[in-house]
């Protein structure tokens, strides 16, 4: 199973003892228990790839929250030096220097939407092929009572869709709101 789960963290809701058993190697997941102890349980390989799409859902929120909070700050910044370069007939130097920052700021903002959609696009892929990897591991399974026991990691595809107009619309908006400003500074 080549799965990405090298930087799990386990939740305290894993026994000390699932801890101890398994290690990520490779992306593997190894037991490494003797014979004579029992192996995890699917709830224990669950919590694992469980933890793994919170975690990337946790990155695409504070990345969405970063990006908010940037923005708000470099429309501030913009509407302020916008204000300033037309009502003010004071020194050359200060005029040139608030110009080349509003040509600037724009294009600092629209750079920050495209990393920010770059960054969710990959943690989207690292979801995806975690859920991938869960369905691979349930399908190896040869128990059809464990398979039964075993819940989807993640949603079907059209709520999972709609969960990621948010990341990936926020940073369009910002892009085209960029775009459409930039015009009017020259």
């Known amino acids: ?24 190697e490779g992306g593997v997941i190894m037991n490494q228990s003797s014979s004579n102890e029992t192996d995890p349980s699917a709830k224990d390989y669950f919590e694992l790839f469980r933890e793994k799409i919170v975690h990337e859902d946790d990155l695409i929120n504070n990345r969405t929250n970063w990006l908010l909070g940037f923005q708000g700050l470099l429309f501030t910044s913009y509407g302020i030096l916008f204000k300033t370069s037309s009502t003010s007939h004071g020194d050359k130097e200060a005029l040139v220097s608030t110009d080349v920052l509003i040509d600037t700021i724009p294009i600092v903002g629209i750079f920050i939407s495209v990393i920010t959609i770059l960054s969710v696009f990959g943690a989207v892929i690292t979801m995806h092929q975690t859920k991938k990897d869960w369905r691979d591991w349930t399908n190896r399974e040869s128990s059809r009572s464990t398979k039964e026991k075993c819940p989807r990691v993640m949603t079907t595809w059209f709520p999972m869709l709609l ?18 400003i930039r015009p009017c500074v020259n």
């Open 163 to 180: 969960g990621f107009v948010s990341p990936f619309g926020i940073p369009i908006f910002f892009i085209v709101a960029w775009i459409m």
């Open 1 to 24: 199973m080549a799965c990405l789960l090298r930087n799990v963290h386990l939740s305290p809701a894993v026994s000390v003892r699932v801890r101890h058993q398994l290690t990520l």
